[in-house]
Each structure stands twice: as C-alpha cells, then as structure tokens.
C-alpha cells in the first residue's frame, strides 16, 4: 500500500494505491477516506492511448511531427535560447506541477537565463486572490485552513460552486452542516452547491463589490465593526468611513440585484454569526476588477476582527493541485521566490543563493503578456493556453507567430500542440515524485506509483537537461526531487515567515506538515492590516442591443479543464454533457428555444455551437457554458484586472443565434 496525494484540485486530497486501484486514505485530515469521480479515477489517465510518449520536432508548424531524440530535441532548444535575448524568451508553468519541477524551472529561468518572463496557468485564476492578499495582510498567506469551517459559525460562498469544483471540501461543509454551520451561497446561478444553501442570494453579474461594500456599511454605520481591533490593529479605518458616508446605498444594492429584503435576512445571520469565514474562487477572481473584489471581501474581516482566529477568515479556493507550491518558490512573473520580490535586497539575497549575477531586478511578462510579446521562445509546461486564454482567435494569430514554441506535456491532445514545434514527453502523476502544497498550505508528497514509461521524464529532469545544455551543470546537478526539496527548504530561511524547513522530505511519506501555523498576525511592515475603498467602476464589457447576455464560464464536476485526461470513454461516470449553454426560461421563450436545440452562441470575437439547456437555474439575461467544452475562449473577452493581470472571464457579451 503506497499512499499519495490527488493531483486534480486544490484540495489535495489523501489516496493509498493497492495493486491497481485507488482508494481515499481514511487517516489523511483533509478527506478522511473519501475521493471525488476524478480523483478515484485517476489511474486511467496515466495509461491512457492520449498520452505523449515520444519527443516531437518539425521546423514549422505547417509540417508534420517526426520522432526525435532527447538529446537532438535539447539541443535545438538550447542552440535557439543561446541566440535569443533573454526578454524574448518566456516560461509558461501550470499549478499541476510538482514544486520540484516549478522550483527548477524558476532557478533555472530567472536565475540563470535571466529572464523574469516565467509565469504560470495560476495567473488565470488565483493572481487575483494573490495581489490582494499582499495588499491587505501583507503576504501572499490563507490565514486559516479547510477544517475550519467546524468551528465557524457561518461559511459565505461567493462565485464558488464547491459541489463542482472542490467536492470533497463540499461534503465536508455538508458535514459540518450536521453540527449547526449555517451556509450562505452568492451566486448569479442556483447551483448545486446552492443546494445546501440556508440563503441563496441571486447575485446580478458584477454586483460582488457593491455586496461586500453593503456589509463594510452597515457594519460602520451600526458600530458593529470591532473597535478595539480596528484601532490596534487595521489601517486606513477613517478613510474607508468617510468614503461609506458618501456610498449610495441604493445604488449599490440595485446593481447587487438583491432585494433589500434578501441583503437583510443575510445581514441579520451574518451579524448573529460569532465565527465567519468567506470562501470565493473563480467567480470573484477571473474579472477585470478582480483584486477589487477580493479587497471587499477581506475588508468585511478586518472590519470584524474574524481574522487569524480558529473558524475565521478569508479562504480562497485554489483549483489547482499545485498552485500554492507555485506561488511559494516563485512561479509568478511578479514575484522572485520563497514569497520574496524584485527589490534591491531581495534580488541580492537570491542571487547570493543561487550563486549567479544574472537576476533581473524587475518583473516579467505574465502569462496574458506573454504573446502580445512577439517573444521567439516560449516554453509552455502541463498546460495549454490556446485553449485557456481568452479571445482564442487572437491567442491562435499570436503564438503561430513564435519561432520556437516547446510543449512539455504528458498528453498529445492539446489545443497547444498545434502550435508547437518541439513536443517533449513529460511524467504524468503516478510516474514521479516530489510534494505539492494545497489550497491551505498542507504541504503532501505525491509518491510515484508505476514505473516512468520509456521515453518520458518528470519536468524537473526535463529543465536540467536544459540547464546542464547551456552549461551549468554544476549548479543543476540533482540526481533525485529530495535534493531539490531540500534546497528550496533552506532557501526559505531567505524569508522569515516561511517554516517550511521545519519538515522531513521523507516523513512526508508518512503524515503532510502544514506550513505557516504559527503566524497569527499581519504580515506587513508595521504587521497591521490593510483597509482599501474600492468601488464598481463597471469596467466589464457591457450588454448591448445587440449581444444582451452575459456569459459565465465554470467548472462541472467531473471533468478538469480541457478534459485530457478526465474526457476519455473509460475514465468518468459523466453526469453533465461536456457541452451544453444554460439559458433562462423566460430567455429561451422570447428567442422561440426549446431544451435540447442546438445554437449558436456569439461574441464580438468568436462564436461556438452549443446545445440549450432550459433552466431556470440561471438569472435572466446570463448565460452559462462549462469549461469542458474547448472552444468556450473563442467567445470570451481580453480584458485583464490592471494589478494582477487576470483575465476577465464572467463577463463576456454575447447573442444566441437559433440554428
């Protein structure tokens, strides 16, 4: 019996591997024996016929692939990076690496090519979350864990269906349920996590800010704010106050589109409530006032002091496995590792490690730069942004432009692919080793399971054959992942509140650590809290006479993103269709649609076809189509939040055309 760690989302849950089949470890803390479809089932997809086993060269992307060799493929990526100039080469990570791969990759980029533009798929969904934790406790640090929710009194969900997207943490919160937490869920759709809702508001699209800045309100106007921790503790009160006394309350509350009769019923819990936390993922994150969205929120906790407290706080929902081991060695373009920045003292600190003089000390293109930045070298890892990044017929012109695109991919059938010229056959989970860290900072060895198939090598060894190609063979010279754990352990002593040098590699087999517990305060330089007023600008594409929908993108239970490996005849119990578009009844009656018809749905800068699904499940005027379906970027727009560079993905104007 081997135990490992699920390497689909966020919550990372616990497994044994028996002989050939995968069950939940009833001893792990986070799901106590349970597994999601995914998760059960995720021996499939190591041998599935989809995987990538060979490596793949072709000099144009008009020419077909041909099999190549390790060492002739290196080659061609190294000869072509030694004639490049550093700012036009760029790293594109994923959240499903292992922190090993992600550490290597980041050490060998930045600190050794010297170009800063090494980013992740994590810009798409978390940098949002990233960006105002930063600003408001003055770390990129979730100040509580999953297992709280059994000691709060209240759990908000806001833009997060956990039944889809996390679920086990969802039967968790049904658990917890069972021992008197009361659940409210915002959400411009009635879905299933909506199920087990004590009030479901019917938030209107965009109408987040204006939400959490009516909770701010009336928590000032009614003193019900904490006023010993706002004044040892919380900066900026005064200002936020006097901004409130000239807020339209009014206003706010119509462009919630919540009667005052709801916000009210939900005020009245929420302030009988002695223990809250507020749980939020894509639906708040993916927008251009993202950061925006996030401060409001976190704002209504330093407002209260339901901060840093046993079931309180502010928890976001990661949705990939590795997202948070990315964000702490340093896999964002805006960040230089172990948490640390491009300042003077930073660079400096990081350069004495890493024995080098070639650290940039500013920060590099993001994942949604990356192609507008005629680069002539992009090495893409465990992802596939043409299929993920918005206004797909822009991203399709822009990356067919790149003379060198490198797909690192354990699976052939990308979006990506199309556009690569160099295709080269990484380890999938169950074939490596090495740990991961969780959307709340558990840290867990993921244990190799099956031998690594012939031609494949785990991404970590795939960017040190790179490194030791341009020459630095001594600096990369790692034989196994736990010489690589163990040295970014001691390069988290470079930041005072990161304890991960406290664990063993090895006992990770055992029993995951946790990092960061002891830290019960703030995190920024005077350790005092960040209050911002922020305000709906309304900065998202708007409605029209001519495209009168919204658009909303988001997860279905049993498929993960472009469904490579989830989407296979063996794989899944499929209890959604991949492809379908929810429409309001009252909708679909004016435009003469029935369930079930095919059409056609349009934006300014693409179109798809979809089948309706009649609902009443959807707020009228909105429209909602599953990630699953791959061609859903061709319909979404570019706009990016203008501090974290995430993409606005909930708001999109579209039309339906019957077909």
Not at 253 to 269: H, S
Not at 342 to 365: M, Y
Request: proline share 3%; charged share 25%; with cysteine.
């Amino acid at each position: 019996m081997i135990r490992s760690v699920c390497g689909y989302c966020g919550v990372g849950c616990g497994l044994e591997f028996d002989k050939d089949k995968l069950i939940g470890d009833v001893t792990y803390p986070i799901n106590e024996g349970k597994l999601c479809s995914k998760g059960i089932s995720e021996l499939i997809s190591i041998n599935t016929s989809t995987r990538l086993l060979r490596p793949l060269l072709r000099e144009s992307i008009k020419d077909e692939f041909k099999i190549s060799s390790w060492q002739d493929s290196i080659r061609a990526i190294t000869d072509k990076i030694k004639e490049t100039p550093k700012e036009k080469i760029g790293f594109y990570l994923s959240g499903q690496l292992l922190t090993e791969d992600y550490y290597i990759a980041n050490k060998f980029g930045k600190g050794f090519i010297g170009t800063n533009n090494v980013d992740t798929n994590s810009r798409t969904c978390m940098s949002s979350a990233v960006v105002a934790y930063k600003k408001s406790i003055g770390a990129d640090f979730v100040p509580l864990r999953m297992d709280d929710i059994f000691k709060a009194n209240l759990l908000i969900l806001a833009g997060a269906n956990t039944a889809e997207a996390h679920v086990v943490f969802h039967n968790q919160i049904k658990k917890a349920k069972k021992e008197g937490l009361k659940v409210v869920v915002i959400d411009p759709r009635f879905t299933d996590t909506s199920k087990i809702a004590d009030i479901y508001l019917p938030i209107k699209v965009g109408g987040d800010i204006d939400f959490f800045n009516l909770i701010s309100k009336r928590l000032i106007d009614e003193e019900l704010y904490n006023r010993e921790f706002v004044e040892n503790h919380i900066n900026n009160f005064e200002l936020l106050k006097n901004k409130f006394k000239r807020a339209a309350v009014t206003k706010m509350l119509k462009r919630t589109g919540l009667t005052a009769e709801q916000f009210d019923a939900f005020f009245e819990l929420y302030k009988n409530s002695e223990n809250i936390i507020t749980a939020w993922t894509m639906g708040l994150n993916q927008s251009v006032q993202g950061v925006d969205k996030n401060l409001s929120l976190i704002n209504t906790h330093l407002l209260t002091g339901k901060i840093f407290k046993e079931g309180n706080g502010p928890l976001s929902l990661t949705g990939q496995p590795n997202a948070m081991g990315g964000r702490e060695v340093g896999g964002l373009s805006t960040m230089l590792a172990v948490h640390l920045g491009f300042d003077s003292e930073s660079v400096k600190k990081v350069s004495k490690f890493w024995n080098t003089d070639k650290i940039d000390n500013k920060p590099g293109l993001t994942a949604t730069q990356m192609l507008e930045a005629n680069l002539d070298v992009l090495i893409i890892c465990h992802t596939d942004p043409v299929y993920h990044l918005p206004n797909r017929n822009r991203v399709e012109e822009l990356i067919a432009k790149i003379p060198m695109v490198v797909e690192i991919n354990a699976y052939e059938n990308s979006e990506t692919a199309k556009y690569a010229h160099i295709r080269l056959p990484a380890a999938p989970w169950g074939e490596k080793e090495g740990t991961q860290t969780n959307l709340d900072r558990t840290i867990t060895k993921q244990e190799k399971l099956t031998r690594t198939s012939i031609e494949c090598k785990p991404d970590w060894e795939i960017f040190k054959l790179l490194a030791c190609g341009l020459g630095y063979e001594r600096e990369f010279n790692y034989q196994h992942p736990k010489e690589i754990f163990q040295e970014y352990q001691e390069m988290t002593k470079l930041n005072g509140y990161m304890d991960i040098s406290e664990v063993s590699y090895d006992e990770l087999s055992e029993k995951p650590f946790i990092w960061g517990e002891k830290i019960k305060n703030f995190l920024t330089p005077d350790k005092k809290g960040n209050l911002f007023f922020v305000e709906n600008r309304l900065l998202s594409e708007k409605t029209t006479l001519e495209y009168p929908f919204i658009l909303l993108t988001g997860r279905t239970r049993d498929q993960w993103h472009s469904g490579t490996k989830t989407n296979l005849p063996t794989t899944l119990l499929k209890y959604k269709e991949l492809n379908f578009c929810e429409i309001h009844p009252e909708d679909a009656k004016n435009l003469s649609i029935k369930n079930g018809d095919e059409i056609r749905v349009v934006s300014k800068r693409g179109s798809l076809l979809t089948k309706a699904l009649v609902t009443d499940a959807i707020n009228e005027k909105t429209l909602f189509i599953p990630i699953s379906n791959r061609e859903v970027n061709y319909l979404t727009n570019d706009l990016l939040d203008r501090e974290s560079f995430e993409p606005d993905y909930n708001h999109s104007a579209v039309k339906i055309e019957k077909l």
